[in-house]
DNA sequence: GTATTAACCGTCCGATCGGTCAGCTCGCAG
DNA sequence: CTGCGAGCTGACCGATCGGACGGTTAATAC
């Protein structure tokens, strides 16, 4: 128990949750029934306040659900962004997109969980499903370079390697949870994706 | 255009959709827009009959959902079966239950697809989870074993390298669309799941 | 032509959905 | 002790939800 060093500023009004603490639990619950499957009262039940008090904080239920996947892709978009800045082999970006994506996992699990669980069903989905798209995009271009350099296997469409590394990566929202073990996730991650599960002959 | 050489028997009654079609339908539209999002009544447009009627074929939407995931844990026990009978290595039985999971879910797309984004919100739904963590307990104890014979790396947590394995496998069910190219896919699961994207030194 | 079988329709229901609105409560600042 | 900002309540709304029910229609079988 370390006493964090006051960095907060004195909070004004009457005490409670504000934006950022409903859309933490909002997000949470959202992940564990599905975005469609929780109601504005079982949201309000978990806070411990009434459905018009979530109101007060947030305009609509997809305004949550916009907050939370936005999140999730501008720490997505900032690995791209210092992935591309790296000079070196396309492998090396690749990996260090890969090692940052799955620090994005890992530290904004909820939020990721829920962006890559949205369906196409309202503009704010659709919204998110494009930014994901162009995401995707970057990626198989990362793959096809590094193919074209010699460093990526070349016996397996760079489209279908991406879509499975990024498979594997993607795929720690399902079971990865913080503080249980699996030391330095994202080190068996690049390994395993890079190197396969087998030993070497 | 060739005639398929009538193997079904003649239908008695009014003509038009029975449980299978209704069910068909249903799992497409319950994978657009997520089972929750989907409504009675949008089934029943894109089935283009009333709402009532669907009740005539099935007795309730969480049965819908009942036959779509039974359908899909039947065919992946079907493969663990057939797995667990080779005789041989771990790593040669695990090799089994890898492509032909990837064939289950390439011929099986739909419903494995409604599988694999249950919740748990419901009595059905907890049921089909628990029976999908006996198959992921199934594939952990195989990995391990592999590792205990050698032929896996040793470098990482074989339930890790369970769930990356399977996170790929299973990640096919966002991505991968029949007929359209991606010819063997299964072959290219495997090289990239055992051996890595990497070209080998 | 008359059963039998299977598919379907229209109407209705109680519950729940996301969301609105006017007013109330709590705590700090001056 | 008053003003005010932030958080919250309770009552309510139209729409939609999954589902029930009694009657109808279209095909084959005899």
Redesign the interface.
């Given at each position: 128990m370390t006493t964090t060093p006051q960095a907060r500023t004195v909070r004004r009004g009457r005490p409670g949750h504000d934006l950022e603490s409903v859309l933490q639990i909002a997000v949470r619950l959202f992940n564990?029934?599905?975005?469609?499957?929780t109601s504005m009262e079982d949201l309000a039940r978990k806070l411990g306040i009434t459905k018009s008090a979530i109101y007060h904080h947030v305009p609509s239920k997809q305004e949550l659900l916009r907050l939370a996947v936005d999140r999730a892709l501008d720490r997505l978009f900032g690995v791209v962004a210092r992935a591309e800045a790296i000079d070196g082999r396309a492998?090396e970006r690749l990996e260090y997109l890969v090692r940052g994506s799955v620090a994005v996992l890992v530290e904004q699990l909820p939020f990721v969980t829920l962006l890559l669980?949205v369906?196409?069903?309202t503009k704010v989905e659709r919204a998110a499903l494009a930014r994901r798209r162009e995401f995707d995009r970057i990626v198989a271009n990362l793959?096809t370079e590094a193919e074209n350099d010699?460093?990526?296997?070349?016996?397996?469409?760079p489209a279908?390697?991406a879509?499975?590394?990024?498979?594997?990566v993607?795929?720690?929202i399902?079971?990865?949870r913080p503080g249980r073990?699996?030391s330095d996730?994202a080190e068996?991650?690049a390994?395993?994706?890079?190197?396969?599960?087998?030993?070497r002959a």
């Open positions: 564990e029934r599905g975005y469609d499957g492998i669980r369906h196409g069903n793959v010699g460093d990526i296997r070349p016996d397996v469409d279908v390697t879509r499975l590394l990024f498979g594997m993607n795929s720690l399902e079971w990865y073990g699996d996730i068996a991650v390994r395993i994706a890079f190197d396969g599960i087998r030993v």
